[in-house]
């Protein structure tokens, strides 16, 4: 559907006004709530972002955009500790509400974006293939020896250290860096199903590892369930059927 001109003219100049002054609240008024922008899904993730990068000191200090169709080129000059940088978006507009933002390179680049095909519902449910619980800490280095001596392969996201992937047999972890992590607070848990809980015990309360381990109880729903408490407080409870 293409908008109005005179709807993407006002649309236009409400996000240039909106953004140049970080006014979260005009910025939400103009946004479909079922937006998208990168990994942000909802109105709420966007202003979520937007915040953010107002948190991290981006300073906007002007825009411009140009009116194609329903799209609006949008290029926004600001500011990022004290250095100059322009962002260029292509924001798409449906029924007067900004639907799609995508970030491009540069003003060019914007001008040639084509809007990503519509999310649409299939007829029937979308299948579950695995999950990955993710594990919060505070220093990623000690985090990726901990959980390689629990025997999870275990390696960064592209060599930083903010994130990383562990896997042992079927079962996989992510673990996130949180710099203000506290361990007394967390209240992060996973369960975890495995062959032998009194073996799986032993192996990880003999390899030496920093936090707790509790030994392995039966239960009377017919378990055998132990648990380690890991140095940043993430509970990982584990259990077998009873012999």
């Not at 000191?57 to 169709?69: E, H, K, M, Q």
């Not at 020896?145 to 275990?154: I, K, N, Q, S, T």
Request: with cysteine.
């Amino acid at each position: 559907m293409t908008a109005d001109p005179t709807d993407m003219q006002g649309i236009a100049d409400g996000l240039q006004t909106a953004l140049t002054d970080f006014d979260l609240e005009r910025i939400e008024a103009l946004l479909d709530p079922q937006v998208t922008w990168g990994d942000c899904g909802s109105s709420a993730d966007v202003i979520d972002l937007v915040a953010s990068m107002q948190a991290d000191g981006v300073r906007p200090i002007g825009a411009s955009t140009l009116i194609d169709g329903d799209k609006i080129v949008m290029s926004v000059d600001v500011e990022v500790g004290g250095e100059p940088a322009t962002i260029h978006q292509a924001v798409f507009v449906e029924s007067g509400k900004v639907i799609e933002v995508i970030h491009c390179q540069t003003k060019d680049e914007a001008i040639s974006a084509q809007r990503s095909a519509a999310f649409t519902a299939p007829d029937t449910p979308t299948p579950f293939e695995s999950v990955a619980p993710v594990l919060p800490v505070s220093d990623m280095a000690t985090a990726i020896a901990h959980y390689r001596g629990l025997g999870f392969e275990v390696e960064s996201y592209d060599g930083g250290n903010f994130y990383a992937f562990g896997r042992r047999g079927q079962v996989q972890i992510h673990l996130c860096r949180v710099a203000d992590l506290d361990p007394k607070t967390t209240t992060t848990s996973i369960y975890l199903y495995v062959g032998n809980a009194r073996d799986l015990f032993a192996e990880w309360r003999d390899a030496g590892l920093d936090g707790r381990f509790g030994a392995p109880v039966d239960t009377d729903y017919g378990l055998i369930e132990a648990f380690h408490i890991d140095p940043w407080g993430n509970l990982l409870r584990y259990g077998s059927p009873v012999d």
